[in-house]
């Protein structure tokens, strides 16, 4: 990869398209991992406004103290970089006190962790739209169009995604070429959204690296007959994914009626 071509193609992208809309800058929200720290980099060199957000809710200690660190970094590097902490665990907890309760806490955890996702999508728009700021996603090629690993309608809730063509190692080179912190380079990415430090590859069952494989094994028609062993494994843990979340990657269905109904 052209690392220098491509992070000037898409800091111009950016600022060609901010403009074009008319707004002032981006506001995204920092998690003190990878993609929000490339993404914010990237937002910050169009020399547009950028508004930082970071909104824990029960967060891991660690994931809060490299998103500071890295909002730090940006404001010493960058002009018009801004920060606005906005803790959410109060209103996540009065949310959860609000909903019936369920007999097995266990059967809600997932829909709990992605309604995380979608009080910070809230709390993002409200700042674009007091600010006139384009909420800037922070997906990458193989969460967003592979296993579909991300909250529908929660950081998939975005204006435009500067990285959604870069695989995940790609983002890595791009953070290295930044100069982004390291300290956010060597932490094992993570969705930040069950209040400790299980990464994605727990979640998952794979690396990225392995991810990126499969992902292009399927686009080159294999099946996971063509496979043994651990890539066999891999492959199928990319299938189950990629086919359980399509829904996120999709248009949304609609139903056309017939013209002769009508």
């Known amino acids: 990869m052209q690392t220098e071509k491509v992070v000037d193609y898409i800091v111009n992208w950016l600022k060609d398209y901010a403009t074009k809309a008319g707004v002032n800058g981006f506001v995204i929200g920092i ?3 990878i993609d929000s720290a490339v993404t914010s980099t990237l937002c910050a060199k169009t020399g547009l406004q950028l508004l930082c ?3 824990p809710i029960h967060q891991a200690p660690s994931q809060v103290s490299r998103a500071l660190n890295h909002i730090s970094w940006l404001q010493k590097n960058f002009n018009d ?9 109060p209103v996540f907890d009065t949310l959860v006190d609000s909903l019936p309760p369920v ?8 829909s709990l962790a992605n309604t995380r996702a979608r009080l910070r999508m809230t709390s993002l728009y409200y700042f674009a739209a007091l600010e006139k700021l384009l909420v800037a996603g922070t997906g990458n090629k193989v969460e967003d169009f ?3 690993f991300y909250t529908k309608y929660g950081d998939g809730g975005v204006d435009l995604s500067p990285i959604a063509d870069l695989l995940k190692t790609e983002v890595y080179e791009i953070a290295k070429y930044l100069g982004v912190n390291q300290e956010i380079i060597e932490a094992q990415p993570t969705d930040g ?3 400790d430090d299980r990464t994605d590859e727990d979640q998952i069952g794979a690396s990225y690296p392995e991810l990126e494989w499969a992902m292009k094994m399927n686009d080159e028609g294999k099946t996971a007959d063509d496979f043994k ?6 492959f199928k843990i990319y299938k189950r994914f990629n086919n359980s979340n399509k829904h996120k990657m999709i248009p949304i269905p609609v139903c056309e009626i017939p ?3 009508k």
């Open 103 to 110: 007999d097995n806490e266990e059967d809600r955890f997932m």
């Open 193 to 195: 959204l069950w209040g």
């Open 146 to 148: 592979g296993v579909g």
């Open 259 to 261: 013209t002769s109904f």
């Open 53 to 55: 957000l970071e909104m």
């Open 229 to 234: 062993g651990r890539e066999q494994e891999v």
């Open 81 to 89: 970089v801004r920060m606005t902490q906005v803790n959410l665990t």
């Open 31 to 33: 998690s003190g991992g």
